[in-house]
Structures are given as structure tokens and as C-alpha cells.
């Protein structure tokens, strides 16, 4: 158990806690204190997320209020990251900050090392803040927020930090557990050519002091993502859809800030796809440094509460609602009464668009965004006009002494669109007409149907099809879901009562087919270019689909296709020999181009021919030079 240990105060970092302790010991060397809180020699003075917190608490008294979670929450900068971090990987930092011995894992899960935000190389201060703690305490303290990236004055007294001699990550120092030393500071923090920025660094410093100072509950980084773009669409610098585009924002966000200042804070935007604000507003994949997110949340002008809200935050181009029916002949013209409506996208302009609808049918839409309240009350293209204006406009037709003029003036619409909607309800009510006709006629369909099937019972659909084929071609066309409703039940298939295949009465008799066909083929006038093979034989016997896949359970077949079977080196000297003797009976000289012009042989194919024929009309070797 630890004799003492000091009571944290507000905003102090557990760094400066840890020095505290340090001090008040008595303890001449630091591996002694770090024996004294972690329990290891080895243990490193971390900054900003330390770790080992559990062993430490585990020595305090056990009605202490302190402990790892409020360490956590009150004493280290994880509350700045913690928003911007999924949920399992937030818990993940909190159970290693309690009992992880590696501390370099808090930083490589929280994203610090991958990130290109540098972390500050020397404690700072605020001089106002010290003469306060000094004598409110007695003593002074390193603040948490002063420690942070980005912060550069101090969210309190509005003044520049003062940077001190002690570094943060020196490896000298990295068991050493600094006090502030106030002649020590004097160094200011000076920032090239961002003096204009002063306004944004205290915005920056308030915005991260809140995120420090609140205990939240993260919405994730998917809702995070969705708010980030509703507030984009309002402004114009994201579509309907949710695409962001991507060209204007880096412009207005780059001009907003200025490039200077985004230096000054490693967070300059370039043009590339692949830059931070664009990874930012993609689906979430990486992580991004709080920092990052506060300099959105501020070109937005979204507060923290908005942007980590759990509620459902909307797109409204058009206002809040509810919107007003434009309908001029309904009882609650230009009154607040439509509460929901429909936003796409302008396909040409990009730009959004607002479909209204009331209960009294007028629907109409309208390009955004609304700049004003009066152009709610803009129609620009009228969707529907709904039963309430058609019964109007029919009743100034009927009227008889009102022109089509007076009409349009009347509903608000051109005179050419009266006369269109007129023969719009002409066709409405001749299909209205047409339709009555047509269940008249399927009534009478249906019930003709029915007594023909009582009348014929036992028929089958084939059967009572022929006795009434009008009645069911109409009610095929125009009523087929009932009529198949109302056939007989089909008539069960016969089941073919197939034997299986004795193969050895198979083999013997295609043994005697194959002897058969090539018998066949041979006293053919065809024989002379047709060669005797699987193929010739299986389609003269006409069975060359089980030649070529049963085979194997016809041993009788196969053997006699072996036999006469033919190769096509002995097709070529059947062919050969029969060009011969044609050869010879005109009585003209055997050539060996003659022979191969006859025989229809391709020339690289004559030589082992001729040799196989034992003709000696030319050399093997000067057989090609023939036919150049």
C-alpha cells in the first residue's frame, strides 16, 4: 500500500500527479518511484495516455476516489480521442491504459503513431495559469489541455502557451517525472505569419478543452460520418445522395482557414483523392486526429453536441417543415399542413429537389435550396392536381359561360394545361367505362365456365378446353389467374416402366451391326473417301451416341472396331492405291502429284505413302520439291 498520495487536481495531467508524488517522497531516484506506483523499475513517464494505471490504484486505500477509469477520464488526453474511435477499439485503450506494460501499443491503436500530427516536443504552460494555481494551491501543475497538439493559448485567459526545457519524448529522461520549474519558462510560442489566426487557435483550444472537460458517449464513427455530411448538404458542398464534392470543399476549406495557418497545424489539403479530409468524409476505414475533426466541426459551424448526437439529423434543403399546400381551390390553401416530403436530386444542375404532397392530392415540387420563407410558397412544376382541383375544374366546365382563360386564372395553371387535363379525365373515364365492361364480361366468362365444368364432370382440362375454346381463349387472355384456379386437377403421368439395359445381349448385337456396316460401307460407291472409324461406323448402324460413351460396357464391340478400324495413314494408302489404278487405266504415268492430286492427299502426307507402297518413282526426300 502507498503511505500518501497526492489529491489530483482540475485538469492536471497524471504526469504532473506522478511528479507530485515524486517530490512529496522524498524519494532520490525515479526507479524508486516508479517502483513505488508501478511496481517496475522499468516503467516509462508517459504524457499522455500512460499505462499501469490498475497496479497503481490497486495500492491506494480502498475508499479512494481515485481510480483507473477517472484517472483516465480526468487525467490523460484519452478523452480527446475517445469520440473519435470505434467502440471496440476504445475499449480495447482503456483495458490496456489499465493493465498493459507496453505503452507504445496504447499509441499505435489509438492511431497517434500512423498519423502525420506530430505530437508537441516540450511541456507548455500558461503563464496566468501558474500564478493562479500558485496561489489558489501553493503550488502549480501541468494542465492536460496545454499538452495537446494545436493548442496554442490557453482556452481560459486567452494567452499564448509558454514552451519549457523538458522534453517529452527524450530518451534521457523517459523514467523522469518533471515539476514546472517556472524560471525555466520563458520561451513563447510563436507561431510564423498566423497572428490572423488567433481567433481559430482559441476556438481550437475551447473546442478541445470541452471534448477534455465532458464525459461522452460516442455515436461511432458511421453516425459521426452522416452528420459531417448532412451539415455538407446544407451548405451545398455535398449532393442529395450524400456525394461530397470534394473539388469545392477543399477551396472553401482551404480559404477559410488560409494555407498558413493549416501549416502551422500539419493539416494542409492538396488536391489529391487520397488526402485527410477526404479520408475523413469517406466510410470510415482509418482513423483521423481529433484535431482534424475540430478544424471540420469549425468550417461547418457544428457544435460538439450536434456532431456526437445519437439523433437522426436530416438533409433540409427546404426548411424544418411542416409545408404549406398550394393547391388554390382546397379549403387550406398556403396553410403548414404537409409534414413529410421527399428530396432527390436535380439530374443536369446537381442540385436538390423537393416533392410536396398534401392529402388532397396536389402534389408539386421545387428546386433548392430555399433561401427565404416566401419561396416556400413557389411552386415549380406541379405533379399532380389530385381529385379536389379535377372536381373544380369540371365544375367551370359545366358552368358553360367561364373561358379557358378565366379557368386557368382561377386554378393557377396555364390555359393550355386545362385543356390538357381535361382530355386526361376524358381518357380516365372512357378506361373507367371500359373497365366496368370488361368485369361484365368476366362475370359472364366466369360463370359460362362454371356450368360447363358442372356439366361435364370428370373431364380433363384437354376435354373441356375443345367443348368451350371461346370462353377459355377469353378468359386465358384476360382472366388467367382465376381460370387456372378453376381447371380440374391435371391428370397424374404415367410413370414409364423402363427395364434396365442388359448389356451383353447389347454387345453381341452391335458386334453384328458393326460387321454389318462396314460390309456396308465397303460396297459403297462412297467407300473410297469415307474412312472406317468409330464415327462412320456408329452413324451407319446408327448408334454412335453409346459407341462413343458406353464403350467401356461393350468389350465385344470394342474389340471388333479395333479390327476394322482403319488409321488414317492406311486410309491415305487405300486412297493412294485406288488413284493408282485409276491412273493406270487412263493409261497415263504415275507422277507422284498425280497421285496426290487424285487421292486428295496433302503433299507433307505423300512421302511415307509412296515408301509404304514400295513405288520407286522419285526419291523420299525430293518428293516436296515437286510441288513448289
Known amino acids: ?85 470505434p467502440q471496440h477499439r476504445t475499449l480495447k485503450i482503456i483495458q490496456m491504459m489499465k493493465d498493459s506494460n507496453k505503452g507504445s501499443r496504447i499509441h499505435n491503436t489509438c492511431g497517434v503513431m500512423a498519423s502525420t500530427i506530430p505530437a508537441p516536443k516540450h511541456l507548455r504552460v500558461c503563464p496566468q495559469c501558474l500564478t493562479e494555481d500558485e496561489e489558489s494551491f501553493g503550488e502549480t501543475y501541468w494542465h492536460r489541455i496545454h499538452q495537446v497538439f494545436g493548442v496554442f493559448i490557453c482556452p481560459h485567459h486567452q494567452v499564448w502557451l509558454k514552451e519549457s526545457n523538458i522534453s517529452i519524448s527524450s530518451p534521457m529522461n523517459k523514467h523522469v517525472f518533471n515539476l514546472i520549474i517556472p524560471n525555466k519558462i ?17 476556438k481550437i483550444a475551447e473546442l478541445v478543452y470541452w471534448f477534455l472537460d465532458n464525459t461522452i458517449f460516442p455515436p461511432g464513427l458511421v453516425t459521426l460520418r452522416k452528420h459531417y455530411i448532412s451539415f455538407l448538404q446544407n451548405r451545398e458542398l455535398a449532393t442529395p445522395t450524400g456525394r461530397v464534392r470534394q473539388h469545392d470543399l477543399i477551396e472553401e476549406f482551404t480559404a477559410f482557414f488560409g494555407r498558413v495557418f493549416l501549416q502551422s497545424l500539419k493539416s494542409e489539403v492538396n488536391y489529391s483523392p487520397d488526402n485527410w479530409l477526404s479520408k475523413l468524409l469517406r466510410e470510415p476505414r482509418t482513423t483521423t486526429h481529433p484535431i482534424r475533426h475540430i478544424l471540420l466541426m469549425i468550417f461547418l459551424g457544428a457544435s460538439p453536441e450536434e456532431i456526437l448526437s445519437n439523433d437522426k439529423m436530416n438533409f433540409s434543403p427546404f426548411g424544418s417543415g411542416p409545408w404549406p ?17 421527399e428530396i432527390t436530386q436535380d439530374s443536369k444542375l446537381k442540385c436538390p429537389v423537393g416533392h410536396f404532397t398534401c392529402k388532397c392530392g396536389f402534389g408539386y415540387s ?13 411552386i415549380g412544376k406541379i405533379q399532380s392536381f389530385g381529385p379536389v382541383w379535377q372536381a373544380e375544374l369540371l365544375r367551370l366546365v359545366a358552368s358553360k359561360d367561364i373561358s379557358f382563360r378565366e379557368m386557368a386564372r382561377r386554378l393557377n395553371v396555364d390555359s393550355k394545361t386545362i385543356k390538357k387535363q381535361l382530355s386526361l379525365i376524358k381518357v380516365k373515364n372512357t378506361i373507367i367505362k371500359n373497365s366496368k365492361k370488361m368485369a361484365l364480361n368476366r362475370d359472364s366468362h366466369r360463370e359460362h365456365w362454371n356450368n360447363v ?14 367443348l368451350a375454346y371461346g370462353i377459355y381463349a377469353w378468359l386465358y387472355r384476360n382472366d388467367r389467374e382465376w381460370l387456372i384456379a378453376n381447371l380440374p386437377k391435371p391428370l397424374k403421368k404415367r410413370r414409364c416402366d423402363f427395364s434396365r439395359v442388359d448389356w451383353n445381349e447389347r454387345d453381341q448385337y452391335l458386334v453384328d451391326q458393326v460387321f454389318k456396316a462396314v460390309k456396308k460401307i465397303k460396297e459403297s460407291e462412297q467407300f473410297g473417301k469415307t474412312r472406317l472409324s468409330l464415327s462412320s461406323i ?32 492406311k486410309f491415305r494408302i487405300r486412297r493412294a492405291n485406288i488413284a493408282i489404278s485409276q491412273i493406270t487405266e487412263r493409261g497415263e504415268a504415275l507422277q507422284p502429284w498425280k497421285i496426290a492430286r487424285e487421292a486428295c492427299i496433302r503433299p507433307e502426307f505423300m512421302a511415307p505413302v509412296i515408301q509404304a507402297l514400295n513405288l520407286n518413282i522419285i526419291e523420299e526426300g525430293d518428293f516436296n520439291e515437286l510441288f513448289i
Open 1 to 85: 500500500m502507498l503511505p500518501f498520495f497526492p489529491e489530483p487536481y482540475s485538469d492536471e495531467l497524471a504526469y504532473s500527479i506522478f511528479a507530485r508524488y515524486h517530490y512529496l517522497s522524498c524519494n532520490t531516484n525515479f526507479k524508486e518511484t516508479m517502483k513505488d506506483l508501478f511496481g517496475s523499475t522499468t516503467a516509462c513517464a508517459v504524457v499522455d495516455l500512460p499505462n499501469r494505471l490498475q497496479r497503481l490504484c490497486d495500492q491506494l486505500p480502498k475508499n479512494s476516489s481515485i481510480t483507473a477509469e477517472s484517472i483516465i477520464q480526468k487525467n490523460t488526453l484519452f478523452p480527446l480521442f475517445q469520440p473519435f474511435l
Open 186 to 202: 520563458d520561451k513563447t510560442i510563436q507561431l510564423e505569419n498566423c497572428e490572423d489566426g488567433f481567433n481559430l487557435f482559441e
Open 325 to 341: 399546400c398550394l393547391n388554390p381551390v382546397s379549403g387550406h390553401y398556403r396553410k403548414l399542413i404537409i409534414k413529410k416530403i
Open 366 to 378: 421545387r428546386r433548392g435550396s430555399d433561401q427565404s420563407k416566401t419561396d416556400s410558397y413557389i
Open 453 to 466: 365444368k358442372i356439366q361435364n364432370p370428370g373431364k380433363s382440362r384437354t376435354e373441356l378446353r375443345k
Open 538 to 569: 456408329g452413324k451407319e448402324i446408327g448408334e454412335l451416341m453409346v459407341l462413343q460413351k458406353h464403350l467401356d460396357k461393350l468389350p465385344k464391340t470394342r474389340e471388333a472396331l479395333k479390327i476394322v478400324s482403319e488409321t488414317k495413314e
